[in-house]
Every structure is written in C-alpha cells, then in structure tokens.
C-alpha cells in the first residue's frame, strides 16, 4: 500500500474508504448504447446507482428507434429512478440541427448533450461508464468528496488487472508513454498536468455544474482527454483531485478492426494534440513518434517485470506490436471537431430535454 502525493491531490483507498460526501446534490450521467443494454456490466452500474441515490441518474443513450423500448424497459427493471436520455432521437438531432450542432453522433456527444442536461438540474455532476463489472456503490460518494472541499474537477483512477493478467492497454502503452515523451522536451504546465493522473483515459470524473459548462468535447472518443484539457484550463493543479476506486474489472476491446483500440488511439490521440494545440504548446511529431516508441518499450520491459513479480501472464512481442500500431497515431490532427460549452451555446437544456421525452413517447407509446 501506498500513500504518495502527486502534483494533483491523490486520495488514496487505505481500506474501504467510505467518506461522507454530497450524494444528494449530483446527477450522475451514466453513457449508454443499445450494444451495451443489458449486459451485466451495466446492469451492475444502473442496479448500484439505484441503492446510492443520487439527485438524479441520467442515462445518455445511442440507440436506434427500434431498439429503444426494449432499452427503456431494461432499465425500468432495474430499480433506479433514471432519465433517459435518447441522444440520437430523430427530435435531437432536428433540434442540434437547428443549432448547427447535429453533426455525427458518438460518445463524445451523447455526454456532452447528459452534461447539459445535469449541470442544470444539480450543483455537481459525476460520470460513470457502463463497463465496469467490479462497480460498487462506494465510486460515486469517493468521486464526489472532494467537490465538498473546494476541488473543482475530480478524476477516478483504478488498477486494470483480470484474468492474470494487465489491462488498460490503451493507456498503458499509448497515452502514458506519449506525455512522458512529450515531458522530456518541455516542461509547460499543461504537458505536467496531463501527466499527473494514474488513469487519464478513465471514464469516471466529477464536477461543478460551473465547470461542466465549460467542457468541449469532441464527438467521437477523445473525451477523457478533451475533459483533462479544458479542466486544466479551468480548475487548474489546485483545483484538481484523483480519487482511489479500486480494481476494475471491465468489457474489452480488440486491438484492431473497426471500433478496436488502434482507432480509439487515433481518437485519443487527436484530442490530446487538440488539447495541446489550444494551450499553445508546439509539437514536433515526427521526433515525438520516435521518442514515444522508446519510451514506450520501455515501459513494456517495466512493466514484464511487474507482471513477472505478481505472477501474471504477460507477452512483451504482443505489447511492442501493440506500440508499434499505436505509434502511426502520433501525427498532426485534422481540425477539431470539438462541441461547444454550453456557457457558449445558446442551446438550452431543458429543450433537449423535452425533444428526448416526447421522442421516447412516439417510439415507446407511453
């Protein structure tokens, strides 16, 4: 067990911790697709949300029309008082449309869209993915104690080890080795503060409404890191929590192939140099493409040994190969696609809101 402070505060698990923390002032957004109803994971997490009670659960749902009621009855079933919010409704997008924001559809958006929603419904606001099979009913008050003590942004990070073995691929040999590249040739605050998280790329964080205003997501994946970006721009170092939520069990994702992680790489790795690009640090892609392949293995040999220590079957030649498809993705990105805050758009929330309601309504008959 271990106890050390990074340049954000660190709050760590020491056994069980349970703090008091402000579960009745949040709305906690939960994303969601059709693919993913059902499936134990997500049951577990809507299941555990009805036991913790927050203000409001609401659901950020990318569904298609005919697979909406059996979604909606799902989660009636599920013994959480939940708002669904579907994203991707024909009367969404007319009203995006209207906005100029309708745009293609992804995680990105769907949160962006439940952010709305929360920030004007409660003073804070957590985020929980829908993959997390170890979800327990302790994340949520963990997520939202240092909001009740004048943080601002909060961020979860957790162990990825299953089935003897390390996961969290993505962010183990693509995020990480990249900012630590990246620190090696500049030492601007922004670069240390992407690199001051244990998980960067988890989907859990907590914040002020005030804050959740201020995010521009990008559409697709991405939003981790456009969150992390924006947070640094707005709650700064001081600001800034990382919470302890244990060991995370999770749905996993082949390396390549449509949707796998080399394109979440090129995802991910467009909005981190987004997010760079805005704070105005330059960025010498071809030098950080190398850089990052050496740190990279690197760390693969670090982490062969941590793995061999604890006994967990590890393949180092299925890691460099790993590395090597995730480096094609260090490269300058296409103009961003970013969505705006909401404090700049004069979209308003509770429309949304009603175009969601009175969609469900035509597609389900109640």
Request: proline letters at 4%.
């Amino acid at each position: 067990m271990e106890y050390v402070q990074e340049r954000v505060a660190t709050l760590h698990d020491f056994g069980g911790a349970a703090p008091e923390a402000p579960v009745d002032r949040a709305t906690v957004v939960v994303p969601l697709t059709d693919r993913d109803h059902a499936s134990l994971a997500a049951e577990r997490v809507l299941s555990t949300l009805g036991e913790v009670g927050p203000e409001s659960v609401v659901v950020a749902l990318r569904a298609d029309e005919g697979k909406v009621e059996a979604v909606r009855e799902w989660v009636d079933s599920l013994g959480v008082d939940a708002d669904i919010l579907w994203c991707n409704a024909p009367a969404v997008r007319e009203l995006l449309g209207d906005h100029g924001l309708n745009g293609e559809a992804g995680k990105g958006r769907d949160v962006w869209l439940a952010l709305g929603v929360a920030a004007a419904r409660s003073d804070l606001v957590a985020v929980h993915d829908a993959d997390a099979t170890t979800y327990g009913p302790e994340h949520v008050p963990r997520l939202l104690f240092p909001l009740a003590r004048d943080y601002e942004f909060v961020k979860g990070y957790y162990a990825r080890v299953e089935n003897d073995r390390l996961y969290g691929r993505l962010c183990r040999l693509f995020y990480e080795p990249v900012v630590a590249a990246l620190a090696e040739t500049t030492d601007d605050p922004l670069v240390e503060y992407l690199g001051a998280f244990r998980y960067a790329l988890a989907g859990e964080f907590a914040a002020t409404s005030d804050l959740v205003r201020q995010l521009r997501p990008p559409r697709g994946w991405g939003l981790e890191v456009a969150t992390l970006g924006d947070a640094f721009r707005t709650a700064g170092f001081e600001g800034t929590a990382q919470v302890d939520l244990g060991i995370h069990e999770h749905d996993h994702r082949a390396v390549s192939g449509r949707g796998g992680l080399s394109d979440m790489a090129d995802e991910v790795a467009a909005a981190l140099f987004a997010a760079l690009d805005d704070g105005g640090v330059a960025v010498d892609y071809d030098d950080l493409r190398e850089r990052y392949r050496a740190t990279a293995r690197r760390l693969v040999d670090q982490y062969a040994a941590d793995a061999a220590f604890n006994g967990l079957d590890y393949d180092p030649a299925d890691e460099r190969r790993q590395v090597d498809a995730y480096a094609e993705s260090v490269r300058a990105p296409a103009a961003a696609d970013r969505l705006p805050a909401w404090v700049e758009t004069d979209l308003d929330p509770d429309a949304v809101r009603r175009a969601s309601r009175d969609a469900l309504a035509d597609a389900t008959g109640r």
